[in-house]
């Protein structure tokens, strides 16, 4: 059996955190691959070490100084080691980053570096063996991952019968330069590690006890989710549930690896399974109807009306393609006879909503088209909802009896998920009275 273990950067906060991942990895042989994020923060005053990095970089570029960002980081770093009584030679790692500091810094090099020197901390407290991630993730000029380069590159170096302790975030184009990832990467280089060392489960211990059913900053005491599908993780984190890097689950389930989510904090509690199929263990324990509710304010819906459209071929292929002329992601299009409603981001149409429609209005000539920028998404996702008649109507009698206005709806064939629109202003509104229908007196009637 092995295991891939990826601690984030609350697991590594202090000397504390990092006792208690060394316990966490000592317990079990299998945790064999260790990924770390940087260390992040351990109290509520401090800042992320790869804020200050990002931080620090913009300083260096326009030529102001970076020292009052950068003390603090060195500060963590020294007090951590000294801690923990650790042999790491601090001055020589800090004076080579040091020795880069200019104008020209290479911003993904210096942010890499605090995933860097937390996994030379980690590898020293634990005795494992540190494998330097810009050695064994290798991208390509295409950003892409080239996931047969990184297998050889790693098999080569991770041979040590020590644990092998990696860097999350980063890796290194085909010049050598560093490339970092998009801002939680380390969730990925923890997947493609499993994926390339073939590993029984990717553990990712963070500060939460798993995936939780709804938001608990709109939920308090939020139950969490025993297992859940991949597809179902995917549809939840899309929609704004973000323990897990949104990239993290493709690397894992090509190979079907299931996905451990686990709380550094509190190690004997299971935490939620992730994998392709749940139909198995679901048989002996059957899940909630509904496995999540996830949402995000901050939509847009531009719904038009064009009279014959829908028996006109390639009306739609005309009208998204305003969108992608602009880059715009389209969201969804709920639409009936002759009338569609564009749903995006607000924030990724803002710039541009007034050309948009200038142009919607050009080439299609609506007969009517409105606008509508005050629009909260949320998903409700449930394996269990497929092929169970009624769920769909009692999600609506239940918005109705709450007085929450839907303003549009959306299904797939799947049946995996239900997609509605409400105002912004309804948005929690919405959530808590699924929450209490479909998941509170579910498990009060167990
Ligand atoms: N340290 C990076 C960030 O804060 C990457 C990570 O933690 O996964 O985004």
Redesign the pocket.
Known sequence: MIKVAKF??SSLADEIQFEKVKQILNEEEERKFVVV??CGKAREDEH????LLYLCAAHLHYGVSAESLFQPIEEKYYRIKEKLGLSIDLKKEFEEIRNSFSKDIDTDYLVSR??YLTAKLLADHIGGTFVDAKDVICFGYDGQVDMEKSRNAFLALAKSDQKIVIP??YGALPNGRIRVMT?????ITGAIIANLVDADIYENWTDVSGIYVADPRIIKDSLSCKRLTYRELRGMSYMGANVL?DDAIFPVKEKNIPINIRNTNDPKHPGTMIMNDCSEPDEKDPPRIITGIAGKEGYTIITLVKNHSSTAVGFLRELLSVFEEYKISVESVPNTVDTYSIIVSSKAVSSDLYNILHQIQNRIQPDEMKVDEDVALIAVVGRRMQALPGISGSLLSEFGRNMVNIKVISQSADELSIVVGVANKDFKKAIGCIYDRFVLAQEESV
């Open positions: 984030g950067g994020s940087a992320k070490v790869t804020d605090g995933e999350g975030f801002r939680g990467g380390s969730d890097h």
